[in-house]
């Protein structure tokens, strides 16, 4: 593990993806080794932006991000991206596509791209993006993206993991009633209007649409700064994007709700694994496992009630191992 972490923070993409693909494992000798590494490389995180992008299929999320991470190599970042993809129904494992899409961005050695399958982790994101993500910090990547899988409006789990979360829209994504619908929209910093090349009227009426539609939103919600137009084909407000992203940075580190964003993402963080174990702890307790089978036969057929079986299942939980 010391190897390991010496040759991550000096930079080694091969380091780093044998870092991810450990934190990743289900394996209990695994997690103990991945456990040790994180708390080792603890102080080298931190110092990173970090961007969550979300949108539906189609609205060019891997354009998109391939445009913005060759500016901001350009202007002497380096940029990890951690791309959620769908996963497979028969293998588990993700389709890669983003990557692929990425050409430019992925053959450079200042950029390092991992896609990981969702396996069935709600939000758009990956069981283990956020180890993930220190893991990139403590390698010297300076920005972060998080790219969702772009399922749709239930794609809020990225928000509570990133410093800034950008929402993509297409210029014909819907009415003034489509753009206030509750979730990822009323979570968003910026909404970028992407492939305004395609219809420039459209781009511009939908620009409009949306900035209106955000003023209904209550006013803790009203958290996004600008409604930007881009073409990420041809790499048109990609420049003045981070200009709004940097000043956004920058008036947050400021009034100190940058800090404060971070220290409760990080609490939700534990009591997120918290739950996560105390599930595999229940599943894996030996009465619960011995009383499973007849308990959900009885559910599905209909003789007993789940909140009943429920209580039982937690009582011969909470009554120990022998009981």
């Known amino acids: 593990m010391n190897d390991l972490a010496e040759r991550l923070k000096a930079g080694e993409r091969r380091a780093l993806a044998k870092a991810i693909t450990l934190v990743e494992s289900t394996r209990a000798d695994h997690r103990e080794q991945a456990d040790a590494l994180l708390t080792g490389l603890m102080p080298a995180t931190g110092r990173a ?22 500016l901001l ?20 494992g993700a389709i890669l596509g983003d990557k692929t899409r990425m050409e430019k961005l992925s053959m450079d050695p200042r950029a390092f791209i991992r896609p990981s399958p969702s396996s069935g982790t709600l939000g758009g994101v990956a069981e283990k993006t956020r180890e993930a993500l220190l893991l990139c910090e403590a390698a010297g990547f300076d920005v972060v993206i ?48 992407n492939k305004a090349d395609l219809d420039t009227a459209a781009a511009t009426r939908a620009q409009a649409q949306i900035t209106s539609a955000l003023r209904l939103l209550p006013s803790h919600a009203k958290t996004v700064q600008r409604v930007l137009q881009v073409s990420a084909l041809k790499a048109d407000g990609i420049a003045p994007l981070w200009a709004a992203i940097t000043d956004l940075h920058q008036a ?10 971070r220290r409760e993402q990080a609490l939700a963080w534990m009591w997120e694994r918290i ?20 308990t959900t036969t009885a559910v599905r057929d209909g003789r007993t009630p789940p909140s009943t079986a429920a209580r039982q299942l937690l009582a011969a939980f909470q009554a120990g191992p022998f009981a």
Not at 170 to 191: F, H, S, Y
Not at 275 to 294: K, M, N, S, T, Y
């Open 252 to 261: 947050r580190e400021a009034d100190g709700s940058w800090a404060a964003r």
């Open 275 to 294: 739950q996560a174990g105390l599930r595999q702890a229940f599943i894996a307790h030996p009465v619960v496992r011995e009383r499973l089978d007849a």
């Open 146 to 193: 998080v790219e969702t899988v772009g399922v749709g409006q239930s794609e809020t789990a990225v928000a509570g993991m990133t410093d800034l979360y950008l929402l993509l829209q297409l210029p014909n994504a819907g009415d003034d009633l489509q753009a206030i619908k509750k979730g990822v929209m009323e979570l968003a910093d910026l909404v970028v209007i």
């Open 49 to 70: 932006l970090r961007l969550g992008i979300s949108g539906v299929p189609g609205v060019g999320k891997s354009t998109f991000i391939e445009a913005f991470g060759l």
């Open 73 to 92: 190599l350009s202007s002497g970042h380096r940029v990890a991206v951690l791309a959620i993809d769908p996963s497979s129904a028969l293998s588990g």
